[in-house]
């Protein structure tokens, strides 16, 4: 994962989206770093298809939110969430405002 959040600091997203996404394949009931490779490689997505990758961290944050003692993972997905749905131009606080 390493990699990828180099990749991700370039601003090289699909670079670093390829490299989340196969460390979350090879994670996929790891709660820990198995899912935040998911949203990792959700928000890379983001970048390069806005609409794609708030659909998946949509998915990440179903996941996260049942989980206890992760309020500030939560608080990011959201604000990723917010930041995609600024981006296709919706405006919108919800996402912002509960990421706190």
Known sequence: MGKGYVFQYAEKWQEAEILFSQAAKQLPEDMDKGLRAKEEGAWCLSRMRVDAGA???????????????????KARCLWRIGRCYWDMGGITTHFFVTSH
Request: proline share 0%; net charge negative; glycine share 6%.
């Open 55 to 73: 659909d998946a961290l949509k998915d990440v944050f179903e996941t996260l939110k049942d989980i206890d003692d992760r309020e500030i993972g």
